[in-house]
């Protein structure tokens, strides 16, 4: 085993939590598809980026971690959403599950028998969603990955044990709490249409919105500057480019907006 790999898993055992995790639903938006960034491991399998909770670490600060790790980004919004500890999360795809990790262990020459039982053990998984630019994100994979790749949510692979419920879970607590969430400001460009921000919505709630109902909403709130046209060679047609007052935008959030979708 590499020494550099066989340190990094001494460590794990060490300094982090036993039986904890987190596992992060980053979410972006790009080409008006809904994504989130998924790692492929080295056996295959496809899951959320996660970690593990070090010993002198608190869960945010963990998670806040994991995420530059992942995104290259210190500064990013993160929610805590739902702790998943079923008995039954570790034993889900699990006989195939227990080969295929195996198998990873068996290809990386990771004979240590401490991690081995610590890594296949049960887990609790805090989970915890996050919003960002997929243009300002640098994804890496970690030692047990070999990708870390964004993905349409209408079109996932398979995923290892409940990380399938998890994103689920992540979208059900994003569209209850859609009227408190920095959802344009996170996940928009610095300047977009009228149609860019209808697009992103339809997306997350999962239902096309009528559209001049949908902008008159939206203009209503006060918290967008008009820009230029966006130029397409027809100048009347062409539809008012937009961005955010920032101040505005996040005092209206603080407090809800307030109306249904």
């Keep these: 085993m590499d020494l550099k790999l066989k340190e990094h898993v001494a460590q794990l055992v060490n300094d982090c939590l036993p039986g904890n995790s987190i596992d992060c639903v980053i979410l972006g938006y790009e080409n008006q598809q809904l994504k989130t960034l998924l790692l492929q491991w080295k056996n295959g399998v496809w899951s959320l ?3 593990f909770i070090l010993k002198e670490e ?3 600060q963990a998670a ?8 290259g980004l210190k500064s990013i919004f993160l929610n805590q959403f739902y702790t998943f500890g079923s008995n039954e999360r570790s034993q889900m795809n699990g006989v ?5 990790t195996q198998e990873m262990l068996r290809e990386l020459e990771i004979d240590n028998p401490s991690f081995v039982r610590w890594i296949q053990g049960r887990f609790i998984t805090t989970g915890y969603f996050a919003l960002t630019n997929i243009g300002k994100t640098r994804p890496q994979p970690d030692f047990l990955s070999e990708k870390c790749e964004w993905k349409a949510l209408d ?3 398979e995923l290892i044990l409940d990380h399938g419920q998890i994103i689920e879970k992540a979208l059900e607590h994003l569209r209850i709490q859609l009227n408190y969430l920095p959802i344009g400001l996170s996940l928009l460009p610095e300047k977009f249409t009228m149609q860019d921000i209808q697009k992103l919505y ?5 239902k096309k919105l009528e559209r001049s109902n949908f902008q008159r909403k939206m203009l209503s709130l006060g918290i967008f500057i008009r820009l230029e046209k966006q130029l397409t060679g027809a100048a009347n047609k062409a539809p008012y480019l937009y961005r955010f007052d920032k101040a505005k935008y996040k005092e209206l959030v603080s407090k809800g907006i307030g109306f249904s979708y």
């Design 64 to 71: 806040h971690r994991i995420l530059e790790e992942r995104t």
């Design 58 to 60: 608190d869960i945010d």
């Design 202 to 206: 339809e997306a997350l709630l999962r």
């Design 96 to 100: 195939i599950q227990a080969k295929r």
């Design 49 to 51: 980026p996660g970690g």
């Design 155 to 157: 079109d996932l692979p």
